[in-house]
């Protein structure tokens, strides 16, 4: 296959919301960082790109929470994000935002080009609505009680105990967050992108032309979405934050977040083009270009069929790859942010990289251990204590500790010169040892154009540990005590250590260039050391035998990396649980607070006049069955008598009432409620609980025995 003209590479835009964890950096960013700086040192045209998502529900809920703006949340977070990349080595060649006018400018296009095109449909669907608030409710807006395991302060869009994904209608019992209040169903117009309109082209493009070049998971996730039947996904949303839709029809509306988001890569390749006086449009329209998304497994359908079928519409190349990873979880546990479960960025830099131990070489261990680790075909598990041992047992004793005998020995037995080589005395050992440093190169270069990350580090370290058997096995400080009468070693015996250091250091420069993708700071150090410029660093010299010239003088040798002790891994064991315990006490304080609130300040619903009330039917019921809904602890399935019909009715009071306690029971049901699916039953009303102060229900009902089917006024 021909090299392509240009590379245009992108991570998955993090939400400025919040610090982001090292789980984030090891799923798009540092893979993207390892291929770009392997491209970039063939000497390819390649743009990486990256920005801030600063749009959606994630945004104001967060500064709800943090008691401020949306616009201040982003001015936060994005600055912090971007310097905690840059700390760790991510190297991107612009990171935007989506916030800035040029993205909003590029979005409105793109929206404004679909839609004029017939690419997008009109549909008008009921949607929840918090009166109090006067508002649509986004996802995020809406809590209730999970279906599927019961959780009380499940979200609209997912449950955080379980994981399950969810839609707001299938929550049990759901209130607004805005207000407290239960949300009311309102008709609202939104434009929709009809996937299922590009499903042949869809299962052609993945299924069969990427079928064996993109990651299994990656493929068998998109074909479980296309067999399981597309539907159009909405573009626009009731939302004040965010891109305000191009139409005057669509006052108050804004462009979904997962279509501006993709987007951000358009407009932040724009803004790099215009810093670079480049044009932007060969990179997204040139068939020459290859463009390659990194991302995590969470954003596989938005990246391989919403925004390839985005693209196609709009002229725009499609994906060549889309490398995701699993996901990366933490001393046995998923890692999460929302349960306090993670290792922030920022943590580690304050903890390691910022340390007056620590130094750009700990972002390199950190980088190191994920990759050693990273979950590109399942998911991986992060522990302190394999940190250590990565970096004790192979950065310490193996690589660095190659790079450091090395030197220390040229400056003890060659004068801190290079030495020469002598052709006619290489046996059959020494010309293995280059043998291997050419195919090395070979092997790791295939690795990377495969984006198989971790195997390719994996023959980094094992040049270095060819390197130390080398050295073992010649033992030049053996050799040295050959000496002659003015107690130097011989001539012969100087030609074999000066074979052999030789060797050593033209490996060490190898190693420079072969470690550069994955630890940037260490190869710039080695560069440093051999007193060679970072041009060197060009991967045309990997595998070469004349990187460092003979008679040249190298520094004196400095440690690469340090030992990490067991104190260090303590302190962040203890760290991590009492961030667990700080959650748990913080939540418990929070679930106080709602209570005594609860107690002191009863939760009073807007005013409404009688026309309202009058719209209600309420009569009077017999329950005449019940019994419990399976996978369901909270529910209970009642056959009420209503005198004129019996109705099925769904009602979560199965942890107030035993199914046998009840029947026969005169209940108060209203039953003019549009029917409602729970647990896959229709349940066709509602009935009238009271709570006391102790949390008990109590039926609602006559006092004396009334007949089924009587008006309650």
């Known amino acids: 296959m021909d090299q392509p003209k240009r590379y ?55 500064a709800t929470k943090e008691g401020t703006t949306a616009q201040a949340i982003i001015d936060k977070y994005h600055p912090i994000m971007e310097q905690n990349f840059k700390d760790l080595g ?21 929206f404004t080009a679909l839609n004029n095109n017939g690419d997008l449909e009109i549909k008008e669907s009921e949607q929840y609505f918090d009166e109090q608030a006067n508002t649509f409710l986004a996802d995020r807006y809406i809590k209730g009680t999970c279906p599927n395991c019961g959780y009380e302060n499940a979200y609209g869009d997912q ?111 724009k803004q790099w083009a215009l810093n670079n006086e480049k044009d932007w449009r060969p990179y997204w329209e040139d068939k020459d270009t290859k463009l390659v998304h990194f991302i995590g497994k969470d954003n596989i359908v938005f990246h391989c069929l919403i925004f390839p079928v985005m693209l196609k519409l709009h002229g725009n190349i499609l994906p060549d790859n889309v490398p995701s990873n699993e996901f990366m979880n933490l001393e046995g546990d998923k890692m999460s942010t929302s349960r306090n479960w993670k290792i922030e960025m920022q943590d580690y830099i304050d903890d390691f990289v910022n340390k007056e131990n620590g130094g750009t070489q700990m972002a390199d261990v950190l980088r190191y251990y994920l990759t050693l680790i990273a979950p590109e075909t399942k998911d991986s598990e992060f522990t302190w204590q394999g940190f250590q041992d990565a970096n004790n047992s192979e950065l310490v004793s193996i690589f660095g500790n190659y790079v450091n005998r090395s030197l220390v020995l040229m400056h003890k037995l060659c004068k801190g010169k290079v030495p020469p080589l002598h052709a ?151 760290k991590l649980r009492s961030a667990v315990v700080n959650r748990d006490t913080a939540a418990a304080d929070e679930t106080k607070k709602m209570e005594e609130t609860k107690e002191e300040k009863p939760n009073v619903k807007p005013e409404i006049v009688f026309d309202d009330f009058a719209k209600i039917d309420l009569k009077v019921g017999k329950i005449v069955s019940a019994e419990k809904v399976e996978k369901a602890d909270k529910l209970l399935k009642l056959a009420v008598d209503l005198g004129f019909e019996t109705r099925t009715i769904v009602s979560g009071i199965a942890m107030h009432f035993a199914p046998e306690d009840i029947v026969g029971k005169q209940v108060t049901v209203v039953t003019n409620l549009a029917p409602r699916k729970m647990r896959g039953i229709e349940s066709n009303g509602m009935i009238l609980m009271a709570e006391d102060n102790n949390g008990k229900l109590h039926f609602i009902n006559p006092e004396t025995d009334v007949n089924p089917g009587a008006g309650v006024s």
């Open 8 to 62: 245009l590479i992108t991570s998955a835009l993090p939400y400025a919301n919040g610090l982001k964890h090292i789980g984030h950096l090891a799923g798009a960013y540092l893979p993207a960082d390892i291929y770009v700086r392997y491209l970039k040192a063939q000497k390819r045209d390649v743009v990486y790109v990256c920005g801030s998502d600063e749009h959606g529900t994630a945004i104001p809920i967060q």
């Open 90 to 110: 991510i190297g991107f060649d612009i990171y935007h935002r989506t916030s800035d006018p040029l993205h909003h400018e590029t979005a409105r296009e793109f």
């Open 159 to 269: 449950c955080e105990r379980c994981g399950k994904s969810l839609s707001p209608d299938e929550l049990i019992n759901p209130v607004s967050t805005l207000s407290g209040n239960t949300p009311v169903k309102k008709l609202t117009k939104h434009w929709y992108l009809p996937l299922d309109r590009h499903e042949t082209f869809l299962r052609n493009w993945i299924l069969k032309e990427h079928a064996n070049d993109w990651r299994a998971t990656v493929v068998g996730q998109c074909k479980s979405w296309i067999d399981g039947g597309l539907q159009a996904r909405a573009v626009t949303r009731d939302l004040d934050w965010g891109v305000k839709v191009p139409l005057p029809e669509a006052e108050g509306k804004v462009l979904y977040v997962w279509f501006d988001a993709p987007i951000g890569y358009i407009s932040a390749t």
């Open 424 to 574: 006619e005395l290489l046996n059959d050992l020494d010309n293995s040892v280059i043998a291997e440093i050419a195919s090395a190169k070979e092997k790791i270069e295939s690795l990377l154009e495969q984006y198989k990350f971790r195997d390719a580090l994996f023959e980094v370290i094992n040049l270095a540990r060819t390197g130390n058997q080398y050295m073992q096995k010649k033992e030049p400080w053996i050799v040295a005590k050959q000496v002659g009468d003015n107690g130097e070693p011989t001539k012969d015996a100087q030609d074999l250590i000066d074979n052999t250091l030789h060797i050593c250091l033209q490996l060490c420069a190898n190693l420079a260039i072969l470690v550069n993708p994955f630890l940037p700071f260490t190869a710039r150090k080695m560069c440093h050391l051999m007193k060679v410029v970072d041009k060197m660093l060009e991967w045309e010299n990997a595998g070469k035998m004349k990187l460092l010239s003979v008679g040249y003088s190298l520094r004196a040798p400095e440690l690469l990396f340090r030992k990490i002790e067991d104190s260090e891994i303590a302190y962040q064991l203890e």
